[in-house]
DNA sequence: GGAATTTTGGTAACCGGTGTCAGTATTGCC
DNA sequence: GGCAATACTGACACCGGTTACCAAAATTCC
């Protein structure tokens, strides 16, 4: 071997080995245009028989930004998150970037002074950011200071699609309250996610526009507010089944309030789907691992957090990319026709 | 300010206003012995005068290595390898720390060029394992050749404590077991976790001890494999349940899969815990979202990891710290006396 | 009191890349 | 053929820290 020591090889070695200068193999490994192309062969192979790769520490220094991105959320549901982290490696698995996770606590006073030290900090190439965080406008500003790219997930179908990837959840609880009324429920219930979730009001503004269409009544006491924990699902499953009127049918904005509810009807003796159908949203792992099996409402986390990553990575290639993505509907067997 | 341009304070803008050299600057950063008090506490004043934080991507250039802890995993349960996540980012907050997440794929043949990659491209300051990578004894060739310092999360009580963090699984069982054989059952089943999984091996013999020391049959028709997955947990509980002497009460080695079995009951019409009692084990949401909510064992999972990186933070002061955690056994509402 | 030893601080080199800018081939054009 | 324009390439400073080495000062020892 052409060089000394037993180290990792150097841009350096590189260079002596190929006969050129350090900026010129500096050159081939960012892809600069004004290069000779027999030059470029030849530096490409001296690096792939060196095996050589650039240390990114060093490059992290110099450029001034790490190739890394960064996840950055408050999300009560595991499962979720996990799905996000799941997208965002698939899309950087085979390059050189890696996954930063940055939890966050939304109702800390101090939560932008984290979030900026943080992106500050390990100088990140983009971040990701999740809902509900990513509902709140003031972010954009200060990653756009910071001069960080940032894409927003969200779950509503806004304008601004290099910097959001969204889903269109009013139109798919449409779809879904549309099904209970096909099934000859009429009394259709909702359990509303907590207020300030965009997702939330998406999803609620949805029930209120089938209930409506159909010409069925949306008053208040058909709906009961829930913060997407279980044990919120099953005090406003609770609250509904047991109002004067109680409804044949329920949808709750998420999966995990739906258990919730399920839950609030076994106490009570009642059997779902035959006393009361019940569509939850997300068709996360629970969906599947109650009993009966969850009708609910896909949302296709993972090719969306897959995009996001893109976007920040190469927004070039990603420009065209899709940022609004549709969502699939899941009958399964909680719900029955009345 | 002091200070020429409008970026942030360097090293070197502590020590010219400090009055001293960047090297004595560097000492008091790194907290070497060799420093008059006088000088550390003039200089610490400057340093939190300025505001002035050491840039991470230059430190790691020069000391080679990054302040960066990896988490490598390949585990079927979102809700588990989130606990572990949580766990380690409770203890590298409020520190300079930052969590790289890694999830391979355990079957893949690049699997160990892959790990050693990511450890070599991020220059990590350490790594945790989780279950059931962690059992794999060649990963620890592979960390200390890399001089990459690393924790093993496991579950049984193997003796290593400076790599490893571990909980008794196998008494955890012995004591679940007990509990439903006070409760009068005579006929236990056993869903297995996965070949190969060690906390599937440990949960096993401890039921097999438990059944050893109340003098019942421990056979393998009382025996189901699964591995770890909801589907699989339905399967082993059919089978176990169409068995021709059926078992009054299940231990499942997960609680995904007492959910399975759970399903498995129900679709043959057997109330749980009436006509069957089933126990699990880990204590993750989908016990308490699941009617009946689930006996189940807790696992502190939260607590290991956090332990887990405070080894590899500092490993002095975590020296004396356990490294074997106890689980505790959660008696829900589905096991019934017979 | 002077030499030996221990602290402490400064200088320069280095970690491994990238930016600036000047210098050298090559090409185009008259 | 001469000159300018253009395409490549390389020397050198720099990113912001750390370490090696050395000199100066303070302390201890005989």
Redesign the interface.
Known sequence: MARKGGG?PTINDVARIAGVSKKTVSRVINRSELLNEATREKVEAVIAELGY?P????R??ALRH?F?LGLIYDNPN??M???F??GV?DAIRET?F??????VDRHSPSLFADIRR?I????LYGVIILPPLSENDAFAALFDELGCSYVRMGSAALDDPAHLVQSNDRQAVREAVAYLVEQGHRQIGLVQGPEGFRSAAEREQGWHEAMEAAGLPHGGDLMARGNYT?ESGREAGAALIDAKSPPSAIFASND?MA??V??AA?ERGLDVPRDLSIIGFDDT??A????PPLTTVRWPIRAMARSAARKLIDPKAAGEEQSLFLTDFIARASVAPR
Chains 1, 2 share one sequence.
């Open positions: 990792k790769v240390n990114p520490q060093a992290a220094l790490n890394v595991a499962q998150v996990l799905n982290q799941e490696l050189e890696a996954l930063l996770i940055h939890p943080f500050e900090r390990q100088r279980f995990v258990a919730g399920l839950h076994r792992a629970i599947t691992a109650i009993w």
